[in-house]
């Protein structure tokens, strides 16, 4: 992407290095993280000290507010804690493979990753709240006429990994449209009917998107606000308006690190908690303070950053119709840290429906039950929301405020 001052969004000499890209995604899928880093690497993932630096890899997307509005406000050192300055990542394969090295102690993944992880490469990775909810939606060029998903057949579409809630979201709109989700070379002969998948970095999308390289994607902002400013994109549909309040991005750790320094861990979780109800009531603030005007988390001018943070007018999203649920109150972008159960299951299950590369036979055994107990640990985040109640999930019964129902609107 160009780096021009103004956030223009370069399109020369642009290319999709989807060989590569490829080869690293199956060498992780087919011989485990074991295989691809080595098991010293597995066995330092959780670090030496008692009490820990706080080591945070992150995307340079919204998803990460919370670990970012920690850091910014010295929350982590309010609670006594050591902290370098976050790591940026380009992509999601590096982030997990530094994560799994024991390069950061503390990360946010997209939702599916900690279970593919765990259950596909025996890694000891914990969700140990919701880093966000909603915060994504489906982007087409400026050229598409598509209003609809069934218009999307024969397109090329990027997704930022194959297991992400973008694509299983994606891939569910698509068949209740009439479509088939296929994973082909870019360039192959497809059916009107199929629709194919590619991954992409988010930062990698817009340029695409603006070169006609895609037809459209899928992603977390900025980069949804970035096709729409400067790649002459427009949102075909938010996916929070798809499903309300679905968690994208989770805060994860090493379970080897959690059960070694439970104190250590309570801290980093009250940080989290108190990051995410200030994101939460100071949007505008903290989209300036994440850009590139600000304190330059995020690559991204303050005004992209402030569109992805805050601008959710159902009129101005009326053609294509991307908001079709306003009355569930949604944000384009909100923080809420619990990490329901119903929302893990529900995910599980979707997951044997959703079209990945390599080999997802280890999802067919999978208890959805099973893994929104073991997966997910909630006993931190739960004693870390008793200090701040407001940081809850909007909408939740207060008698019952642990557990919600799973709501989508294809």
Known sequence: MCNCKDGHVGTTEYTIDTGRRRFVLDSL??????????????????????????????????????????????????????VEQPTLMRGWSPLVEGFAAGRFNLVHLLKPIPLWMRY????????????????????VGRNSEATEFSHLGGTQIAVPYWYSVHNVLLQMALRDAGLKPVIRDQGARLADDEVNLLILPPPEMP????????????????????????????????????????????ICMNERLVSRNPEWTQKALN???????????????????????????????????????????????????????????????????????????????????????GDNTFLKDLDADFVASDLVDDRFVRRALEQHPDARLPGVDPENPWSREEVLAL
């Open 271 to 357: 940080a989290l908690v108190k990051a995410e109800l200030y994101a939460q009531e100071n949007k505008q603030e903290v989209a300036e303070m994440l850009s590139r005007d600000g304190k330059g988390y995020l690559p991204m001018p303050a005004n992209v950053v402030t569109r992805a943070m805050t601008h959710y007018a159902d009129g101005d999203y009326a053609e294509p119709h991307a908001i079709r649920n306003s009355a569930w109150g949604n944000g384009r972008i909100d923080f809420a840290p619990f990490p329901y159960a119903s929302a893990t299951r529900q995910l599980v299950r979707a997951m044997n429906d959703t079209l990945v590369g």
């Open 29 to 82: 899928a087919a011989g485990g993280l074991a295989a691809t880093l080595g098991l010293p690497g597995l066995l330092n993932a959780a670090g030496d000290e008692e009490n820990p630096v706080v080591k945070i890899g992150y995307l340079p997307i919204t998803d990460a507010t919370a670990l970012l509005v920690a850091h910014a406000n010295g929350y982590f050192e309010e609670e006594g804690l050591r």
């Open 207 to 250: 340029p695409a998107l603006a070169a006609g390289q895609i037809d459209a994607f899928t992603v977390a902002e900025p980069f949804n606000a970035a096709g729409e400013l400067l790649a002459g994109g427009r949102m075909l549909r938010f996916t929070g308006d798809i499903w309300k309040n679905h968690p994208c991005c989770v």
């Open 120 to 139: 596909n490469n025996g890694f000891p990775v914990k969700i140990m709240a919701w880093a966000h909810i909603n915060g994504s939606a489906v982007v």
